[in-house]
C-alpha cells in the first residue's frame, strides 16, 4: 500500500510474519486443498494463461504448488522433516518474486480451472490466499494498491468526489430527459423507501455515462421505484483482488450502510463481474453478519421487467449480428448465466453464441485486478488471444457483455488483435431496444 516497503528492505521476521499469516488464512478446507492436487496437469488446457504463452509457470497446478510448497515447508509435519522428499520451499525473497510474477501476474482468478479440475480443487480460492499473504507483506503491485487505496481514502477507485458525482448524475438526467422527451424522467438521489439503490462501476459516471443512463432509461421505462446515494455508489471492490480482506470489508460495509441509510428492499448491482461476487457472495463472509435487503444484479432485475411486460424492447433497433462474453464472477463463479441471454434475445435481433459459452466460457483478461497492474500490460493483451479468437469464430459484429472490466479488456483486444468490432454493454443493447410508452405500474 502507501509506502509500502520494497522487497529488498524486507527482514526476516517480515517473512516469518508472513508464513503465519499463511496459517491464519487457511481453513480446513483450504488444507484438503493443498494435500489434493496430483499434478496430473488437465488444468493446464483451461488456462488462457498457458494457451497462449506455453510457460509451465502459467499452469494453474504450478500456481497452485507455489503455495503447496510453503505450506509444507512451514505448516506441514512431513514437509518439515523431509523437505526434500515434498518439495517444501524456504518462504524467502526469491519464493516471494515468483508469488508476485504468478499469483498477481498469471491469474484472474477466473475459476476455469476449478471448474475442470479432476479433484475439484478451488485453485483461486488458494492463489487469492497466496495474494492475501502478499499484501499483509505490503507487496501489492503498485497499480493494483493505488486502485484499493483510492477506494478506501475516498469511497471509490476512481476517486470521485461527492460534488462531482451529484453533478454528473445531474447531467445525466437532462440528457435522459432530452433522450426521452418526458420531463419526469429522473436520476433519483437519496430517496428514501425505494424498492432499490442501484450502485455503478466509477468507470461509468467517469468514462462510460451512456451506460448509467441506459439503465436509468429501462428504469424509467419500467416505472421503477430505485434511487442513488450521495455518500456511496462504487459497486467495485479492488481490495478482492489485491487479497486485503480488511479493505474489503470495510468497503462491502459501506454499501451495506449505505443501503441501509436510505432503508430500502434491495441492493441492485451494475454490470460487474466482481462486484457482484463481491458484493452478493463475499461481503457476507467478509462482514459476518446479515443484511435486511436484497442483493441482485441489475441483469436479473431488467430480466423480471422484461417477463412482467413492464417494458418492450424491438429488437429490430439491434440488426447486427451479437454475441455474449461471459464474465468470470458473474457466470462461473456467481451464477448469473441465463438473464443476460434473456435480455439480448429480447433485445437483438440476430444473437450467437461463442464456443464454449456460459460456465465454460473463457475468460477475457481483464479480471483478477490486471487491468490496474501495467506491469502486466503485455502478458494481459497476449493472453487475450484464446477470447479473441472465440470473438472471430462467430463472425459477430457486435460484443456485449455485463461487466465493465470485460468491456475496457475487450476493448483493448478489439484493437490489438484487429477484431473489427463494437463492444457494449447488454444494458446498452436493451436500452437502444426500449419501446418508450407510458411507464407501467408494479414495484421494483
Known amino acids: 500500500m502507501s509506502g509500502k516497503p520494497v522487497l529488498e528492505s524486507l527482514r526476516p521476521e517480515d517473512f516469518k510474519a508472513a508464513v503465519r499469516r499463511l496459517a491464519g488464512l487457511l481453513d480446513a478446507s483450504s488444507v484438503v486443498n493443498l494435500e489434493s492436487c496430483v499434478r496430473c496437469g488437465l488444468c493446464a488446457e483451461s488456462c488462457h494463461y498457458y494457451l497462449d504463452d ?149 468507470r461509468e459516471p467517469k468514462f462510460y455515462p451512456l451506460t448509467l443512463t441506459a439503465a436509468a432509461k429501462i428504469f424509467h421505462a419500467a416505472g421503477a421505484s430505485w434511487t442513488l446515494s450521495s455518500d456511496f455508489f462504487d459497486v467495485t471492490n479492488y481490495a478482492f483482488f489485491s487479497g486485503d480482506d480488511s479493505i474489503a470489508a470495510l468497503i462491502s460495509r459501506r454499501a451495506k450502510e449505505a443501503a441501509e441509510k436510505l432503508d430500502v428492499k434491495a441492493l441492485v448491482l451494475s454490470e460487474c463481474g466482481h462486484g457482484f461476487g463481491s458484493n452478493r457472495w463475499e461481503a457476507p463472509e467478509w462482514l ?108 459477430a459484429r457486435v460484443v456485449a457483455t455485463p461487466c465493465h472490466n470485460c468491456l475496457d479488456q475487450l476493448a483493448e483486444l478489439n484493437k490489438h488483435h484487429k477484431l473489427g468490432v463494437v463492444v457494449k454493454s447488454v444494458l446498452e443493447l436493451a436500452a437502444e431496444a426500449v419501446v418508450l410508452g407510458p411507464p407501467r405500474t408494479g414495484g421494483g
Open 288 to 395: 459476518a453478519e446479515k443484511t435486511g435487503f436484497e442483493v441482485k444484479s441489475v441483469l436479473q432485475v431488467v430480466t423480471g421487467y422484461i417477463r412482467e411486460g413492464r417494458i418492450r424492447l424491438d429488437p429490430a433497433r439491434n440488426a447486427k449480428t451479437v454475441t455474449l462474453h461471459d464474465p468470470c464472477r458473474l457466470v462461473r463463479m456467481g451464477g448469473i448465466v441465463e438473464e443476460q441471454r434473456f435480455i439480448l434475445r429480447q433485445a437483438v435481433k440476430d444473437f450467437i453464441e461463442m464456443t464454449p459459452n456460459r460456465e465454460q466460457n473463457y475468460c477475457c483478461g481483464g479480471g483478477g485486478g490486471q487491468l490496474s497492474m501495467t506491469d502486466y500490460t503485455a502478458r494481459r493483451r497476449s493472453a487475450g488471444r484464446t477470447k479473441s479468437e472465440q470473438i472471430r469464430r462467430t463472425q
Open 54 to 202: 506455453g510457460d509451465l509457470r502459467s499452469i494453474p497446478a504450478a500456481k497452485l504448488n507455489l503455495v503447496i510448497r510453503v505450506f509444507k515447508r512451514y505448516l506441514s509435519p512431513g514437509g518439515r522433516i523431509l523437505r526434500g522428499w515434498t518439495g517444501a520451499r524456504d518462504f524467502d525473497a526469491a519464493e516471494v518474486r515468483e508469488w508476485i510474477d504468478s499469483l498477481y501476474g498469471r491469474c484472474t482468478l477466473c475459476g476455469r480451472c476449478a471448474l475442470n479440475c479432476t479433484m475439484g480443487i478451488n485453485i483461486p480460492a488458494i492463489v487469492r490466499k497466496g495474494r492475501g499473504v502478499l499484501a499483509s507483506m505490503g507487496l501489492v503491485p503498485d497499480g493494483l494498491s493505488s486502485t484499493v487505496d483510492l477506494a478506501r481514502d475516498t469511497g471509490n477507485n476512481m476517486g470521485i468526489s461527492k460534488v462531482e458525482w451529484v453533478e454528473t448524475v445531474a447531467w445525466l438526467e437532462e440528457e435522459l430527459q432530452a433522450e426521452t422527451g418526458d420531463p419526469s424522467a429522473r436520476l433519483p438521489m437519496d430517496a428514501r423507501g425505494a424498492d432499490f439503490l442501484y450502485l455503478v462501476n466509477p
